[in-house]
T-cell receptor
């Protein structure tokens, strides 16, 4: 059974610092891994999707890496801003599932202080 | 980008009543939609996979008679919480799979804004 873990559970940094969020998974038979952002009381916004054959994806200040063999992904957010404050979730879809179901980690709650 | 809507965004009901939540894909067709619930400070837990024109597939431990799912068209799935009780209070989120990319490894899921259910 796939287990997705995110460390740390919460993180507070001053504005301008780089953020490093970690995600690990126990079963490497994944189709892809996605990073999402969730604001309080809101739905999810997809940030980056990494295919199982890829090593990283980049979008603006965001960079996500994937090491499938070791079951790890890292989300880097450069030069953090107060607007980056949110909960960040990672999720994987499995090759054993044809519907594309996602299994989520518990999230990392990020606070960026001005 | 693609948009998924949910209605209502917030509902408060009395114990014993039924509540229907709608999930719509606004600018794409979705054969497959997913329903999740999220407790405070916890992650999303998949409840069921909703397939257009067929019965939903429920995750282990989810009561199918309690959480009725109907996916009657390619743009609409509904979740009905029957005989709701306080323990059903939660944040319910749907997602829809945009299947134009060619397969589950590349399809993007778009999430609705969520529905906050409070059962008194």
């Amino acid at each position: 059974k796939q287990e997705v873990t995110q460390i740390p559970a919460a993180l507070s940094v001053p504005e301008g610092e780089n953020l490093v969020l970690n995600c690990s998974f126990t079963d490497s038979a994944i189709y892809n891994l996605q990073w999402f952002r969730q604001d309080p009381g809101k739905g999810l916004t997809s940030l980056l999707l990494i295919q199982s054959s890829q090593r990283e994806q980049t979008s603006g200040r965001l960079n996500a890496s994937l090491d499938k063999s070791s079951g790890r992904s890292t989300l880097y957010i450069a030069a953090s801003q107060p607007g980056d404050s949110a909960t960040y979730l990672c999720a994987v879809s499995m090759t054993t599932d044809s519907w594309g179901k996602l299994q989520f980690g518990a999230g990392t709650q990020v606070v960026v202080t001005p | 980008g693609a948009v998924v809507s949910q209605h209502p965004s917030r509902v408060i009901c009395k114990s014993g009543t039924s509540v229907k939540i709608e999930c719509r894909s606004l600018d794409f067709q979705a054969t497959t939609m997913f329903w999740y619930r999220q407790f405070p400070k916890q992650s999303l837990m998949l409840m069921a996979t909703s397939n257009e024109g067929s019965k939903a597939t429920y995750e282990q431990g989810v009561e199918k008679d309690k959480f009725l799912i109907n996916h009657a068209s390619l743009t609409l799935s509904t979740l009905t919480v029957t005989s709701a009780h306080p323990e059903d209070s939660s944040f319910y989120i749907c997602s829809a799979r945009d299947e134009t990319s060619g397969g589950p490894s590349t399809d993007t899921q778009y999430f609705g804004p969520g529905t906050r259910l409070t059962v008194l």
